[in-house]
């Protein structure tokens, strides 16, 4: 982990200042989300805003009931917003495209097919032939290191490198942006730290932009350049924490301590 990038890099924009500027790569704008029936009216997001860098890993956390999975599945294009927008490189979200990949908590790995056929799932959507669908394939399981594991299926794995097959299905593709919704909330501590280093490691390597969502305050302080805390009745953004301390970061820093502390007292006004 020695070198690991700190976060995204400024793009100028022609500021006055001669400043260099960040380039939003995700704009979340005014979002609303109302869920309506004959018998109940739910306000599940309301004027949410906030916007994500190019190359930033940024975590969404907050109390059960703020709507971080359905501002998930709104930025996915899953789910479309009852109000405002959401730009990616100022185009408007409509649906689902290949420039977002997506990891879950479930894994959703087709048990009948072997590793490499997991990977190969969306390039063989994308219409992407041999030999270029192979070689994609070989690079995603040599970047999580599941290399020696193609041939394998689901069951053969521990949850930890079903985690890892998620995340290069996800990658496969090339997106430029990477949800991840929990997806760490299913194994144990030592696999999940495990899977924090191997996620750190990914986003360096390949310069991605991440957006993960987690429950796990500690998680999010450990991961993300910022973190954005949610409240809850209806879902809103009550601040954006950045985290300013050098990577790798350890839970024994009082720093790291003290960033936990701030975003579980935000998380508990």
């Known amino acids: ?12 924009d022609g500021a006055s200042d001669g400043s260099a500027v960040a380039t939003p790569k995700v704009v979340v704008d005014g979002v609303d989300k109302v869920y309506e029936s004959d018998r109940q009216r739910v306000e599940a997001l309301s004027d949410v805003s906030f916007t994500v860098s190019e190359g930033e890993f940024v975590c969404l956390v907050g109390p059960s009931g703020c709507g971080k999975t359905t501002l998930f599945r709104t930025i996915a294009g899953l789910e479309a917003p009852t109000g405002g927008e959401i730009r990616l490189d100022g185009e408007a979200v409509t649906g689902p495209g290949t420039d977002r990949g997506m990891v879950f908590q479930e894994y959703g790995l087709f048990p009948w097919r072997t590793v490499r056929g997991n990977v190969a799932f969306g390039l063989e959507e994308q219409g992407i032939e041999e030999p270029d669908r192979s070689r994609r394939i070989d690079e995603m399981l040599e970047l999580v290191g599941l290399d020696e594991f193609a041939d394998a299926y689901p069951k053969e794995l521990s949850g930890g490198m079903k985690q890892r097959v998620g995340i290069a299905r996800a ?18 501590a030592q696999t999940r730290d495990m899977l924090h280093e191997e996620l750190l490691r990914i986003w360096s390597e390949t310069g991605k932009t991440v ?14 350049d910022r973190v954005v805390v949610m409240a809850a009745d209806p ?23 003290e ?8 998380i508990g006004e």
Do not use: C, N, Q, W
Not at 1 to 12: F, I, T, V, Y
């Open 259 to 266: 960033y936990v502390d701030r975003v579980r007292g935000l």
């Open 171 to 188: 990658l496969a593709v090339d997106p430029e942006i990477l949800l991840a919704d929990e997806p760490f909330g299913s194994v144990d």
């Open 211 to 224: 957006l993960f969502v987690t429950h796990d305050v500690e998680e999010a302080v450990k991961l993300s």
């Open 235 to 257: 879902g809103r953004v009550r601040e954006v924490v950045d985290v300013d301390i050098d990577r790798p970061r350890k839970r024994t820093d009082p720093a790291f301590a």
């Open 1 to 12: 982990m020695a070198g690991l990038r700190d976060g995204p890099k400024a793009e100028a």
